[in-house]
Protein backbone atom coordinates (compact mmCIF):
# COMPACT_ATOMS: atom_id res chain seq x y z
CA UNK A 1 0.00 0.00 0.00
CA UNK A 2 2.90 2.50 0.73
CA UNK A 3 4.27 1.90 -2.85
CA UNK A 4 0.97 2.71 -4.34
CA UNK A 5 1.08 6.05 -2.09
CA UNK A 6 3.98 6.58 -3.18
CA UNK A 7 3.46 6.18 -6.96
CA UNK A 8 1.61 9.19 -6.44
CA UNK A 9 2.85 12.76 -6.56
CA UNK A 10 0.70 14.73 -8.83
CA UNK A 11 -2.01 17.19 -7.91
CA UNK A 12 -5.78 15.48 -6.82
CA UNK A 13 -8.09 16.18 -9.77
CA UNK A 14 -10.79 14.36 -10.86
CA UNK A 15 -9.73 14.94 -14.21
CA UNK A 16 -7.61 15.79 -17.09
CA UNK A 17 -9.38 19.09 -18.04
CA UNK A 18 -9.74 20.39 -14.29
CA UNK A 19 -7.16 22.36 -12.31
CA UNK A 20 -5.84 21.28 -9.41
CA UNK A 21 -7.49 25.10 -8.30
CA UNK A 22 -10.63 24.58 -9.77
CA UNK A 23 -11.45 21.20 -8.01
CA UNK A 24 -10.91 22.55 -4.80
CA UNK A 25 -12.82 25.58 -6.04
CA UNK A 26 -15.27 23.20 -6.49
CA UNK A 27 -14.85 21.10 -3.00
CA UNK A 28 -14.92 23.95 -1.41
CA UNK A 29 -18.23 25.54 -2.80
CA UNK A 30 -20.10 22.37 -2.07
CA UNK A 31 -18.62 21.75 1.50
CA UNK A 32 -19.86 25.63 1.88
CA UNK A 33 -23.48 24.72 0.87
CA UNK A 34 -23.72 21.40 2.93
CA UNK A 35 -22.61 23.47 6.02
CA UNK A 36 -25.06 26.69 5.47
CA UNK A 37 -28.26 24.12 4.80
CA UNK A 38 -26.86 22.21 7.93
CA UNK A 39 -26.19 25.39 9.78
CA UNK A 40 -29.53 27.26 8.89
CA UNK A 41 -31.41 23.87 9.98
CA UNK A 42 -29.68 23.67 13.37
CA UNK A 43 -30.96 27.53 14.03
CA UNK A 44 -34.22 26.53 13.78
CA UNK A 45 -35.18 26.38 9.99
CA UNK A 46 -35.19 23.35 7.91
CA UNK A 47 -35.34 22.65 4.21
CA UNK A 48 -33.38 25.63 2.99
CA UNK A 49 -31.31 25.61 0.03
CA UNK A 50 -28.18 27.08 -0.28
CA UNK A 51 -29.32 30.22 -2.32
CA UNK A 52 -32.52 30.66 0.31
CA UNK A 53 -30.00 31.09 3.21
CA UNK A 54 -27.29 33.07 0.86
CA UNK A 55 -31.17 35.39 -0.35
CA UNK A 56 -31.83 35.18 3.53
CA UNK A 57 -28.83 36.79 4.65
CA UNK A 58 -28.28 39.28 2.22
CA UNK A 59 -31.71 40.66 2.60
CA UNK A 60 -30.47 40.63 6.46
CA UNK A 61 -27.40 42.37 5.82
CA UNK A 62 -26.83 46.15 7.35
CA UNK A 63 -30.65 46.01 8.26
CA UNK A 64 -32.39 47.90 5.03
CA UNK A 65 -34.85 46.69 2.52
CA UNK A 66 -33.01 45.27 -0.68
CA UNK A 67 -34.22 45.79 -4.12
CA UNK A 68 -34.56 42.09 -6.35
CA UNK A 69 -31.93 43.19 -8.92
CA UNK A 70 -29.28 44.08 -5.61
CA UNK A 71 -29.57 41.15 -4.13
CA UNK A 72 -28.67 39.32 -7.68
CA UNK A 73 -25.94 41.54 -8.15
CA UNK A 74 -24.53 41.25 -4.80
CA UNK A 75 -24.96 37.29 -5.26
CA UNK A 76 -23.79 37.18 -8.60
CA UNK A 77 -26.55 35.41 -9.75
CA UNK A 78 -27.86 36.21 -13.22
CA UNK A 79 -31.34 34.71 -13.30
CA UNK A 80 -33.49 36.57 -11.85
CA UNK A 81 -36.07 33.75 -11.14
CA UNK A 82 -33.90 31.55 -8.58
CA UNK A 83 -33.87 34.56 -6.29
CA UNK A 84 -37.44 35.33 -7.23
CA UNK A 85 -38.43 31.81 -6.08
CA UNK A 86 -35.96 31.98 -3.03
CA UNK A 87 -37.82 35.64 -2.11
CA UNK A 88 -41.12 33.90 -2.68
CA UNK A 89 -40.39 30.56 -0.42
CA UNK A 90 -38.80 33.38 2.48
CA UNK A 91 -41.62 34.87 2.31
CA UNK A 92 -43.88 31.73 2.53
CA UNK A 93 -42.10 30.72 6.06
CA UNK A 94 -42.13 34.45 6.77
CA UNK A 95 -38.46 35.04 7.16
CA UNK A 96 -39.31 37.92 4.70
CA UNK A 97 -41.35 40.73 3.52
CA UNK A 98 -41.67 42.82 0.50
CA UNK A 99 -43.47 46.31 -0.34
CA UNK A 100 -43.73 47.68 -4.04
CA UNK A 101 -42.15 51.14 -4.52
CA UNK A 102 -43.07 52.74 -7.70
CA UNK A 103 -41.98 49.94 -9.91
CA UNK A 104 -39.39 48.20 -7.55
CA UNK A 105 -40.04 45.53 -5.01
CA UNK A 106 -37.88 45.89 -1.78
CA UNK A 107 -37.30 43.11 0.38
CA UNK A 108 -37.03 43.32 3.83
CA UNK A 109 -36.37 40.64 6.65
CA UNK A 110 -38.74 39.36 9.68
CA UNK A 111 -37.93 39.53 12.99
CA UNK A 112 -38.12 35.77 12.56
CA UNK A 113 -35.64 35.91 9.91
CA UNK A 114 -33.32 38.01 11.52
CA UNK A 115 -33.90 35.92 14.25
CA UNK A 116 -32.60 33.05 12.38
CA UNK A 117 -30.07 34.78 10.42
CA UNK A 118 -28.62 35.82 14.40
CA UNK A 119 -29.10 32.12 15.60
CA UNK A 120 -27.27 31.20 12.27
CA UNK A 121 -24.20 33.80 13.76
CA UNK A 122 -23.95 32.02 16.84
CA UNK A 123 -23.76 28.65 15.38
CA UNK A 124 -21.30 29.40 12.96
CA UNK A 125 -18.67 31.21 15.67
CA UNK A 126 -19.16 28.05 17.77
CA UNK A 127 -18.79 25.47 15.28
CA UNK A 128 -16.72 26.93 11.97
CA UNK A 129 -15.31 29.95 13.35
CA UNK A 130 -13.12 28.34 16.43
CA UNK A 131 -12.17 25.55 14.91
CA UNK A 132 -10.98 27.43 11.62
CA UNK A 133 -8.83 29.61 14.13
CA UNK A 134 -7.32 26.59 14.83
CA UNK A 135 -5.86 26.07 11.90
CA UNK A 136 -3.38 29.76 12.66
CA UNK A 137 -4.59 31.58 9.78
CA UNK A 138 -4.83 34.91 10.15
CA UNK A 139 -7.61 37.19 9.39
CA UNK A 140 -5.46 39.02 7.30
CA UNK A 141 -4.23 36.54 5.10
CA UNK A 142 -8.15 35.29 4.86
CA UNK A 143 -8.64 38.82 3.54
CA UNK A 144 -6.31 38.54 1.13
CA UNK A 145 -7.67 35.01 -0.19
CA UNK A 146 -11.16 36.85 -0.73
CA UNK A 147 -9.93 39.42 -2.42
CA UNK A 148 -7.96 37.14 -4.40
CA UNK A 149 -11.12 34.97 -4.94
CA UNK A 150 -13.21 38.23 -6.03
CA UNK A 151 -10.55 38.69 -8.50
CA UNK A 152 -10.76 35.28 -9.92
CA UNK A 153 -14.58 35.33 -9.92
CA UNK A 154 -14.03 38.07 -12.45
CA UNK A 155 -11.97 35.98 -15.14
CA UNK A 156 -14.58 33.32 -15.08
CA UNK A 157 -17.34 35.41 -15.59
CA UNK A 158 -15.26 36.94 -18.20
CA UNK A 159 -14.49 33.65 -19.81
CA UNK A 160 -17.90 32.61 -19.32
CA UNK A 161 -18.89 35.45 -21.54
CA UNK A 162 -16.65 34.63 -24.06
CA UNK A 163 -17.39 30.89 -24.24
CA UNK A 164 -21.52 31.63 -25.07
CA UNK A 165 -20.35 33.81 -27.44
CA UNK A 166 -18.34 30.77 -29.16
Not at 18 to 27: C, D, K, Q, T, V
Not at 28 to 49: I, K
Not at 117 to 126: L, Q
Not at 141 to 148: C, E, F, G, H, T
Request: proline residues 1%; charged residues 25%; glycine residues 4%.
Amino acid sequence: MADKISEFSGPVVSSAHLSEFEFGAIMVSHAFERWMVRCMAAAGVPDMSAVDVLVLHTVYHRGKAKRMADICLVLNIEDTHVVSYAVKKLARLKLVTSRKQGKEKFISTTEAGAQACRRYHEIREALLVRSVATMGVDQAALSRIAAQMRVLSGHYDQAARAAASL
